[in-house]
Structures are given as C-alpha cells and as structure tokens.
C-alpha cells in the first residue's frame, strides 16, 4: 500500500472540528464589515419571512369580521399590498446578503487555495516522490469547494434556520397555549439528537468513500500517464482490471452510504410527520372549541411548513457541513506538513560573483536503510569544470540533487565559497545553478513560453539567442508554427534530442554562475553533440561547471575527473593522469574506444 504521508490518524472529530473552523475563522474576519452587514440582511430577511404568514392570517380572518363592509374595504387591501411587499422583502434580504458575502467567500478560497499551492512548491522532492499527484489535486479541490460549501452551509442555512426557529417558537409561545410550543421543540429536539446521531454513524462511511475514490482517480492518473508504456505491453486490460478493482470497493462503499442515507431520511420523515399531526391536532381541538379562528389554523400551519422546509434539509446540511469540515482539514493537513527543507533562521543571500563548490566528506542516504554516498569530497574551483562519470545509479545524479538543496546530506557539508549551502537561502542558491537534467520535462505550453522558462523577463531576441546556442533555432524555424509551436504534454510531442537541446537552451538564457549538466547531451546523435559540445563548453568558460556523462569523450578537456562506484569516489585526476594511472577509468576509456571511433583530435 502507499505510504499516505500526508495524513496521521484523525483523532476525535469534534476536537478537529473546531480547529478547523477556527483556523478558517481569520479569513472571513478579515471583511467583517461585509460579514456583520450580510447577517443584518439575514435577520431581516427572516423577520419578514414570519411576518408572512402573520399578514396572511389577519387577511384570512378579515373575511369573518363583525362589519364586513368596513373590514373588505381598507384592511385587507392594506394587509394584502403588506403582505406582497413582505415578501418581496424575503427575497431582497436574501439577494443583498448573497451578493455582500460572495466577494468574501470567494476571496477565503482564493487564499487559501493559493497558500496551499505555495506550500506545496516549498514542500520537498521526497514528499512529491512519495504522494501521488492525482490524490493531492483530488484533495485540494475538494479542499477548496468544500470552503464554499461550508460557509454558504453555515451561514445561509443553518443561522437562518435557527433565528426562524427562535422565532417561530416565540410567536407560538406569545400566541398560543403552552402545548403548541412543547410540541414543536420537543419534535425538533428528537430530530435534532437523531440527525446527529445518525450522521455521525455515517461520517466514517462518506471518509471510506471519499479515500477510496482518491484512491480510484490516483490509479487512472498514473495509468494515464503511462500511456505509452501501457500501449508497449499491451496492457491495457491489465490496467482497466486494476482500475475496476478499486471502483468495485467505491461502489460497495457508496451503496453502504446509500443505505445509511435512506435510514437517515425515513427517521427523520417519521419524526416530522408525528409532530405535525400532534400540532395540527392540537389546532383543531382549539378551533372546535373556539378558542381559535381559522385564521390561527392557517397560520400554524404555515409555520408548520415554514420550519418543516429548512428543517428536512438539517440532515443533509448537517452532513454536508461535517464532509466539507473533514476535507478542509485534509487541505490544512497539507498546509501542516513541515517543510523537510527549509531556510536557516539567519540564512543569507548567496553574493553575486563567481562561485566555488566543496563537497566535505558528503554521506548521504535517500532511505537509512539504504547509503547511497559515502564520504564523497572534492573542489570544483572558481570557473572550473569538474566532470563525474561512473556507473548507472552510481550516485552522479544525487550529487546534482545535493548541490540543488532538494536534500540535505546526512553527513560532511557542502559548501559555496566557504559558507555550508545550509546558511543560504534556498532562493538566491537556485538561483545561482542552472542545470541541464537527465530527463526533461517541459510545460504543456509553447516552446518559446519552455526556452524563456529560464528566465522569465527575457526578450524574444534573447530566447532565439539561446535557441541558436543550443542548435535548436534552425529546427524551430522549419515549423510551421516556429516559436509557438506546442510541446503537448510534459513536452512528449519532441524528440528526445529536441526537449534536451530545450533544456539546454533555457538553462542558457538562466546563464547562472554554476553549471549542471546531468547528461546533457546523451539524447543527441554525436554530429549534434560535437557541435553543441562546443557550446556547453563556451558556456562553461568563466563558470563553476559539474558535468555528469556516460559518454568519457565528452569529459576529457574537464580540469578534474572524478570516478564514482557504489556511491565512492574511487579515482581522481585529468584525462590524462587517469589513462595513465590505468585503472576503472583507463578500463572504461578503452571499452568505449572499442565501440566508437576515437574523437577526432585526440592523441594517445
Ligand atoms: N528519490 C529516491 N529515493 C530513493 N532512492 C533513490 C532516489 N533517487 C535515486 N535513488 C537511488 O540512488 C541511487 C543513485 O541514483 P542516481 O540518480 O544518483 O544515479 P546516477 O549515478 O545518476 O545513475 P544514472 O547514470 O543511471 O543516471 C540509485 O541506486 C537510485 O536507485
Ligand atoms: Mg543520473
């Protein structure tokens, strides 16, 4: 199973209930103005709303009065142009409240969302290796919409509901005898406790489907993304089996949902109906006894209906206040995760100028478990270049992940004119290292918007400037749509050779202090990478240069060559001093020469 790192075992709800609403608490403070007014409108919205039926009973009893002719005339016409401008009351309450509150709940989702995204970008390479990227979207979204949900919920229907609850019940209390009252809250306690009850039972069940529908939507994603590999091994029925296998387990746990709902409503049906029937009864005996006009019936009973209408959603509401309580705690648990990378307290900025690297006797592991460097130490001075060849999964890459600060090293130091990389700001030493990676991979946009990702505010001359550094220019120009052609999806729509020489480009147009090339040119035929050689090479002049290769005649001219093995530096030296020494690099030196012709230029 997948380790789910995001989420620890959720204790008690209640308790986290609270913390999250008091969490989201600031964000609507912030326009209290807005949120004191919109509640104004609420109440006024509702006093309107009971006056209703209020009119409506003096207008029904007018039609009984001691002298008709005076009552027909002037009271109910005044009642009746009442009772429309009520109503339209009703609605303009509500409209002006709607209105006045969206900007604010708009806006707590914008924040919100928008933290959520920055902290993520902050969050570390391990976290996104280890989380699936189609869990964490399904969780923000939900997060997000579940604020909208919460908040309109909250507070234009429950708060509703109970300022016309307290009213209703203080209109019967004033009116009418005391059994009227006892019989609405007593109703309305039953309904309550069993709601609650009731969707605390079903909690658990709707947090089983949501996971595994997570779960569901991260299998078709990752599927998806392999699109090409499932094709190669015709797996497709393999994958749709998978996929079928987790929406088998979505489906027995929302029909366990289902069930659980229809109980939920039965009950709630039941307790309604007995309540009413109770008033309504109660009604009758008074009418019977005249101690009430029909009037009165009238007007109980739309109250009855007033109350009853809010009162069938509470189930619902309460429901879906809990589910949007429990997916915003999932999105804060996100903002919660601590940043396994973070600026030192009194980090400074890396000064501009010409930098040297030093590896300190660097150890460091991905897992405990597993060591992948081991006492690893060398110097790349000011403006020279150091190259790292070795095995696959030697640890060359790793190295470049280091210098980048996506990790910190389990033990030594690496430092950056002295000062340990951990001292500086993680932005002002990203800022001084471009690197060409081993596997690139582009933004679904153009291949102008992936060059000019290098460095934003650079004018398009200096993008085809890059593009020609690269040896890109001539092939973007033979496109029909040039520059603003589009990559398609993490660039696959490019050859392997075209996304590198992209990378390349971008990192150019970057033009850092310190640069990385992990297998720069791997994915080029050797017509391409002799030329663009000749450019990396150009580009390094006057710069801090790691370069990482398979390929030993793209290193020989390095001023110094460091052999990795098993996570150990086992040889050092120039080109020369190597051959010489006729050990691991002498021994690859010479399989490679078996396999190509000797580079031109080269002397034994
Ligand atoms: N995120 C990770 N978590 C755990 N292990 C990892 C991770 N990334 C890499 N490794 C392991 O670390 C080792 C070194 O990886 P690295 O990418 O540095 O190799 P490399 O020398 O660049 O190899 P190659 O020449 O194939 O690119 C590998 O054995 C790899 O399995
Ligand atoms: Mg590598």
Redesign the pocket.
Known sequence: MRRDIALPAPPPAERHDWHTIKRLFPYLWQWRGRVLFALACLIGAKLANVSVPLVFKDIVDGFAPADPAKAILIAPLALIAAYGALRFGVSLFTELRELLFTRVTQRAVRTIALQVFEHLHALSL?FH?ERQTGGLTRDIERGTRAIGTLISYTIFSVLPTIVEVALVLGILAARYEPSFVLIASGTLAVYITYTILLSNWRVHLRREVNELDSAANTRAIDSLLNYETVKYFNNEGWEKARYDQQMQKWENAQIRSQYSLSWLNLGQAGIIAVGVSLMMWRAAVGVANGTMTVGDIVLVNAFLIQLYIPLNFLGVLYREIRQSLTDIERMFALLGQNKEIQDAPDARPLEAGPCAVRFENVSFA??AR?P?LHDVSFEIPAGRTLAVV?H????????ARLLFRFYDVNGGAIRINGQDIRQLTQASLRARIGIVP?DTVLFNDTLKYNIRYGRPDASFEEVQEAARAAHLAEFIERLPDGYDTRVGERGLKLSGGEKQRVAIARTLLKNPPILIF??ATSALDSKTEKAIQAELEQAAIGRTALI?A?RLSTVMSADEILV?DGGKVVERGTHRALLERDGAYAHMWALQQQENDPPPGYVQ
């Open positions: 391990r290796l991905y897992e597993r992948i070795g696959s999964g030697s640890g060359k890459s790793t190295l081993q992990d297998e990482i398979h990795l």
